[in-house]
């Protein structure tokens, strides 16, 4: 099988880079904005006439959270243009595509986990954005797969496994906020489960959703907490409240993602988040 990976120098296209070996019976085609604009519908549809992709698994986003509020017009032609250029090639073509979303389609004041059919209601323009995006692969007509995640780190790229271990070393005290709840995410497990339950998954008509994220909870201080602590870093972490660390984007207080269905549906086993960034962090070393 022909696997086009769209954003593949990010987290996680930098992830599937790196478990592609494991899977020799596919050929993986790497592009990022330099080999391939998505942002651009005729090129896309000249790259599928070009290279006949089977599968395509976007890696692409436009992440930048709080930049995202003033810079609306890039956040959308990535986060949602771009997705929906994709899907519409796949679906004149007959390929399949996996696209990755995000928690922050809901509101975040939920007190159960979501699961695929609750509502959304994102409140950024990066949240916006990505419900967008979700929006237009549904409508495409292509047969696709749209994986919601969250708090998403790897060894590769920025993330805040990162930013926690540099400052934690730099300034040993950090303000934490703990009353914001999720499930941290490793994008080496993300990129194993959606390379597994791929051919199955290519079975599916139309748009299907799934969430995935590691198992338990955290909130952003129990994360760090764990993150000094595996990589034995001197720091002190203290709580605050999201009210004290202001920022441009509202965050989702809760986006804890229900995963029953991803679990039944492909018969897969979720980590626990402690026990991946334990492993993403030897990596690091």
């Known amino acids: 099988m022909k696997i ?36 651009d ?38 986060n949602a243009v771009a997705p929906g250029n994709l899907a519409f090639a796949a679906a004149q073509s007959g390929a399949f595509m996996v696209h990755i979303s995000t928690d922050y389609v809901y509101s975040g004041k939920n007190y159960c986990p979501y699961s695929e059919t609750d509502q959304l209601n994102p409140v950024s323009v990066y949240a916006k954005s990505k419900a967008a995006g979700e ?8 047969n696709a797969l749209i994986i919601r995640t969250s708090w998403l780190y790897s060894a590769f790229g920025n993330n805040f496994i990162k930013t926690m271990m540099k400052y934690g070393a ?37 748009a299907k959703i799934y969430h995935y994220s590691n198992e338990g909870v955290a909130s952003w201080y129990d994360f760090a907490k764990a993150i000094i602590e595996i ?8 709580p605050i409240p999201t009210k004290d660390y202001p920022l441009p984007a509202e965050r989702p207080f809760y986006s804890v993602l229900d995963k029953a269905k991803i679990k039944k549906d492909f018969a897969i086993e979720i980590p626990y988040w402690r026990d991946s960034v334990k492993l993403c962090i030897q990596r690091l070393k």
Do not use: W
């Open 170 to 206: 730099e300034r040993g005290k950090l303000n934490v906020v703990f009353d914001q709840i999720g499930s941290p995410t490793y994008a080496h497990d993300l990129a194993k489960t959606l390379l597994d339950i791929l051919p199955k998954a290519m079975d599916a008509d139309g």
């Open 41 to 78: 519908a005729v090129k896309v549809s000249q790259y599928f006439s070009l290279h006949s992709p089977d599968a395509i698994i976007n890696c692409a986003a436009y992440t930048a959270v709080d930049k995202a509020e003033t810079d609306k017009d890039l956040a959308y032609l990535v």
């Open 135 to 142: 929006d237009a692969v549904k409508k495409s007509g292509a």
């Open 4 to 39: 086009l990976i769209t954003g593949s120098n990010g987290q996680l296209g930098n992830e599937i880079r790196e478990l592609a070996s494991s899977y020799p019976h596919h050929h993986f085609q790497y592009t990022d904005v330099g080999e391939l604009d998505i942002a």
């Open 231 to 238: 990589s034995g870093i001197d720091c002190i972490i203290n």
